[in-house]
């Protein structure tokens, strides 16, 4: 959204007493109320409304799909809905990130400490509970950067230094105590050390096809995570979600002539935002609605032949192989595979909270912190319980 076209954008709510939209959002953000501080002019308010629930406010509004709050907003029935994400990042870019204010340190006995695993969302929405609630935090991350999958979320979509600012004022305080580069290998061992453990350790294990020749393919992790470094003419990238959308228009945005998606299903089942389908259209990247690649072969030349198949929706809406579809589609030198990861199972200590995506019900950035915060206050209780029952 231009900056110029915000009036006219708030002008459009219609202020619902019911507030649909503060209903449909994980973290309880009220756009009805945000809007109606930012169309008096006071952009510190309802930037501070916002930042009050949601701890990576104007990354939020950068990424969040339309099905949340968007959804949701009843002015859709008389023309279309208010683009309330983009509200939300423009109200915070012009009102500022208020800062993080932290209770009082309490001044009898030892502070409540909690281990946080991971610092994704998942992990910074429960430290950011937490913090509020007066408690010290170590947060443990393998990586050198905060942010997990959120940090691999394009910079044309989201820009790193909005990413970096919204972290760095939740951990850049003396309750927290930062663990980069560091791997908890057996999170059971944190246990004993601490009042409360958080786990939000992501989705570590990217989806496999199981295809001869699949290791002559990228992951999609690594493709994103320095996208500079990998230069291509022709691509192809397995995958019909958001993650896929996002490699192949890195790659366009890169400059890579020719870009093709392979997709299981039809394109209408893709699991993306219309307005990205419309940029896939737009910058000219071919999708392969109802295709499977079968077979990956080298050619000797540095490149790669594909053997691919064309699928039909059968009567149990699944995608099955049409027979006799079988084609080699020759002259790729990139091929990436984006589609998606998953949490392997693995025993985690009842004392433990889990979170975000390897609980398996999240898979956005909003969705992700609502579950970090819930996870750090059923632990807060968990321990107030204890106390109590000495
Ligand atoms: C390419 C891409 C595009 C996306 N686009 C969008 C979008 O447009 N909108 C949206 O809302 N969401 C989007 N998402 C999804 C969103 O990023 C995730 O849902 C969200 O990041 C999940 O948060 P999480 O904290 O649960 O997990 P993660 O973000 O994966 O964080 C887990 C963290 O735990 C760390 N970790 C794992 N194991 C250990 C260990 N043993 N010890 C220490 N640290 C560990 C990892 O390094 C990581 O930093 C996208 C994701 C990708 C990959
Ligand atoms: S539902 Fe839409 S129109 Fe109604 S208050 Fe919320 S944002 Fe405004």
Not at 115 to 132: D, K, N, S, T
Request: glycine share 8%.
């Amino acid at each position: 959204m231009k900056s110029e076209d915000l009036p006219q954008e708030l002008a459009r709510c219609l202020g619902c007493r019911a507030k649909p939209c503060e209903k449909a959002c994980p973290l309880g953000v009220s756009p009805h109320d945000f809007i109606a501080a930012a169309k008096s002019g006071d952009y510190k308010a309802a930037a501070a409304l916002i930042a009050e629930r949601n701890p990576l406010p104007q990354t939020c509004g950068l990424v969040c799909p339309d099905r949340f709050c968007q959804k949701a907003c009843i002015r859709a029935r008389i023309d279309a809905a208010l683009e309330i994400p983009c509200l939300q990042a423009e109200v915070i870019r012009k009102g500022g990130l208020p800062p993080l204010e932290l209770p009082p340190a309490e001044d009898t006995g030892r502070p409540k400490k909690a281990a946080v695993i991971g610092g994704g969302p998942a992990g910074l929405g429960a430290l950011h509970e937490f913090l509020r609630h007066g408690w010290h935090i170590d947060l443990y991350e393998k990586n050198a950067s905060l942010g997990g999958a959120a940090r691999l979320i394009p910079e044309y979509r989201l820009p790193r230094a909005v990413l970096d600012a919204e972290i760095a004022r939740l951990v850049e305080n003396d309750r927290v105590t930062l663990h980069l580069n560091t791997t908890v290998n057996d999170i059971s061992t944190l246990v004993s050390g601490y009042d409360a453990v958080v786990a939000a350790l992501g989705e570590p294990a990217p989806r496999r096809l199981g295809i001869r020749g699949e290791e002559n393919t990228l992951p999609y992790t690594d493709f994103l995570s320095a996208p500079e470094y990998r230069k291509s003419r022709k691509a192809a990238v397995i995958g019909g979600g958001e993650v896929a959308m996002d490699c192949a228009l890195t790659l366009k945005k890169q400059s890579c002539p020719q870009v093709e998606m392979f997709v299981r299903r039809r394109r209408e089942d893709m699991r993306i935002m219309a307005r990205d389908q419309a940029a896939l259209d737009a910058h000219g990247i071919i999708v392969r609605a109802l295709s499977s690649v079968t077979e990956i072969i080298p050619d000797g030349k540095g490149g790669y032949t594909l053997h691919a198949v064309t699928n039909r929706i059968n009567d149990a809406g699944r995608a099955e192989a049409i027979p006799e579809t079988a084609c080699e589609l020759a002259g790729y030198d990139m091929i990436i595979m984006a589609l998606g990861s998953f949490f392997p199972p693995a025993e985690i200590p009842t004392a433990i909270a889990t979170a975000g995506d390897m609980s398996g019900t999240c898979g956005t950035v909003v969705q992700a912190l609502a579950s970090g915060m819930d996870a750090a206050r059923r632990q807060i209780a968990a321990f107030a319980v204890s106390k109590e029952e000495g």
